[in-house]
């Protein structure tokens, strides 16, 4: 039975292979079994975000300043990482995924764990399901990944990182501290740079030298820490997979408190609007590409409409599709009761991973600032120079009347 927020008994992670590369190559195939460095070119300040195994052998790595990659491979396809692509998939595989399991976490862009607890009669053997799940998604999305599955997520996300080398693994019940023990303690997920200096200054190479040292001396040294890294060297690990629920939708609606027919009232209404929608969308971390609008005259007759765009999640490029929306559909002298937009199809945005073109960074940070001021001085403390206008000009006595005007 499942308990929400219960570890799994079994459980299968899962990480794309050079994700970002091999999505490129399913874009231009002229890149097939060419060096392909994801990040930028390579005069820019930026870091790699993904590589090829061409270029992974001449030393390339990710997280490396791309100028260091092209000094280590200069003749290796240098890329801009095209992120809308990448969520395009990821959302792919994890449709498929979610036809296999009730619970399915996606824990970044291009990692998933699947829990298996209480799966055995469905599954089968389990290394043939296994195998079953990535043929599936190497046969409909033509991408390769490694899996390990294992008692829980610790284990089986060090199992997918040895079989990055060695091959898809399955660690067998009870066998968790004994298939940790004779790997180096950076493959384990938590020990950073800085962690694994300490532990190697300290004589402490492998996982299994953690476990075979007292709990006390971790916990003296690193606290709580310390005592996880201690329970996982064991290959004990509590943690829950976490489901996974995709938002499809998000909209804002303005009722009027009298039907209007001022044009201006309206087109402060869907900046408004706009705004509100935008600012969803940033803080749970989606794009759009789809926006409907939604028009109700004083009649109740209602009309929509919807146009596709680039995705995005910019107040004033919300506000530009809403607007020729607004245009197309208002064709009636009829006062308007209500007014709404709409986005769907939403992707994650991970876009604050890389470095962009300036302009895109400058508009990133302009609206994280604006939300942050929203949050810290309530939604109405920065709003459009035409929306206090038509509020003032309402006549209506509110607080936030002499907010930023933008
Ligand atoms: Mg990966």
Redesign the pocket.
Known sequence: MFEPGAAPTRCMHL???T?FVSVERLLDPALNGRPVIVGGTPYQRGVVAGCSREARRYGVHSAMPLRQAYELCPQAVFLHPSFTHYAEYSDRVSELLEDFVPVMEKASI??FYLDLSGCGRILGNEESWGVRVKHTILGELRLPLTYGIARNKLVAKVATNVGKRAGDMRVPEGREADFLAPHPIRIMPGIGEVMERDLLNMGIPFIGSIAALSLRLFTNMYGRVGRTLHEHSRGIDHAPILPYRRQKTLSAEHTFNEDVLDPRAMEAALKQLAARVGRDLRERGFLTRTVTLKLRYADFITATKTLHCDYTNADHTLYGIAERLFRALYTRRVRVRLLGIGTSDLIDDYGQLFLFSEEEEKSDSLYAGLDDIRRRFGKHAITYGSVLEQRQEAGRRTQDAGGVVV
């Open positions: 990480d794309m292979d994700f291009d990692e």
